[in-house]
């Protein structure tokens, strides 16, 4: 890789405000050094450098990207299709951490039964989406195959096991203090939404007629 393109990864990834999310961290406790985070749909790796070194990013970035990213800021990544069955080797999670992948999945309801199987008992699953909204479009593009807003994809965590517990609306270009202040109305109407959920124990998947055969006893291990 050129020093170009290893430029342009370090600026637009690492050193840009709108991938910086390390405030939604200390929010929701996902830093610490004995806090093992899963980041589902990493990307590049930008967020996993504020995790724990035994975090893992999934991402399917290419290999020569990953390379660089990997030995210069340290980071762990497995490169699998997150719509495919995951590797059984990722171990368990005190959290599930994903930003603005779902809509980007064949099967969201899959990752999430994904990340719950994963997920230890006492673990939360912290999850961002650009939402369906009156006011913005953020979720309008042609690589998103799925909109959600605060509503529909509680529905869908909920029947994927979990029990939401918080909200935070989020907008990027303003500061935590009016975010925070804002979030009553921006966590309904905003361009972007945090859920914040745990793990229902009591959870068991309703019957159907016809189901995938992904959907099967192990998508629901503790």
Known sequence: MDKIEQNRIDTKFFNHKKYDYSYIFDRYGLHGKNKRVLDVGCGIGQNLRYFSPQSIGITYANDESLAYVKEKYHLNFKKFNIDEMWP???????????????????????MLLEARRHLKDDGKLVIMIPQSSLFFKEDVFIGHFYTFNKKTLTHSIEHAGFTVEKYFGYIRSLPRWLNTLLNPITSRFGPYVWIVAKKNLKYNIAEAHIRPNWIDPKCLES
């Open 88 to 110: 059984k080797d990722l171990g368990k999670f005190d959290a599930v951490f994903s930003a603005d992948c779902i809509i980007h999945l064949c099967s969201p309801f899959k």
